[in-house]
């Protein structure tokens, strides 16, 4: 069971905007700014989107978005594109004795 | 930009060592920016942390895996290394190395396939 709940799956029109939610506690994500969306492709390595909550790294679009309140934070895509098809994944520090903990994943679907 | 590359074999017996090397080029596993850690993803695409190394020799494991777990660095080949023991079907995943920082991974292995066999 993972640390931190994503829903399994979201889907939407390409335009439209999409947003994954990542819940989990005080002792991670509401804990921290320390939160970080990863993408990934079938048979492809997870590629980092966003990091300290809402952080793009550089040739990373503007499409994707981070934010938090509480114990939940959110990865939103605008203008979604069919190349956003892929799943994502959260991950948060945590005071816990394992510093890392991921969501289970979401897989977006592009209608 | 860091470039890092899994490799070991890719069929393993149940009971016997798990052994992974992991290459970075593109900078030096020297630096004090990032602790190189280790990232299995299982057949249900759930992600788990292993552990990491930082420059200093310093490790850190999960504590699930804690008991079998070892990450070794040589830096003489820019290289860090990940041993699993006593290995059952449960540690059947895609191991990815990767460069990490606090509650972030930014650069990632393509990762390898590891099965343990009966």
């Known amino acids: 069971q993972s640390a931190l709940t994503q829903p399994a799956s979201v889907s939407g029109s390409p335009g439209q905007s999409i947003t994954i939610s990542c819940t989990g506690t005080s002792s991670d994500v509401g804990g921290y700014t320390y939160l970080s969306w990863y993408q990934q492709h079938p048979g492809k390595a997870p590629k980092l989107m ?40 959260c991950s948060s520090f945590t005071s816990s004795s394992t510093p890392v903990v991921f969501g289970g994943g979401t897989k977006v679907t592009v209608l | 930009q860091l470039h890092l590359q899994e490799s070991g074999p890719g069929l393993v017996k149940a009971s016997e060592t798990l052994s992974l090397t992991c290459t970075v080029s593109g900078g030096s596993i020297s630096s004090s920016r990032y602790h190189w850690g280790w990232i299995r993803q299982t057949p249900g695409k759930r992600l788990e942390w292993i552990g990491s190394i930082y420059y200093s020799g310093t490790t850190s494991y999960n504590p699930s895996l804690k008991s079998r777990v070892t990450i070794s660095a040589d830096t003489s080949k ?12 449960a540690d059947t995943a895609i191991y990815y190395c990767a460069s990490q920082r606090i509650g972030y991974c930014d650069y990632w292995g393509q990762g390898t396939l590891v099965t343990v066999s009966s």
Do not use: C, H, M, W
């Not at chain 1, 990373?60 to 892929?86: C, P, W």
């Not at chain 2, 860090?80 to 079907?89: C, M, P």
């Open chain 2, 78 to 89: 820019n290289q860090f290394s990940l041993t699993l023991t006593s290995v059952t079907a």
């Open chain 1, 50 to 89: 966003i990091y300290d909550v809402g952080t793009r790294p550089s040739g990373v679009s503007n499409r994707f978005s981070g934010s938090k309140s509480g114990n939940t934070a959110s990865l939103t895509i605008s203008g979604l594109q069919s190349e956003d098809e892929a799943d994502y994944y």
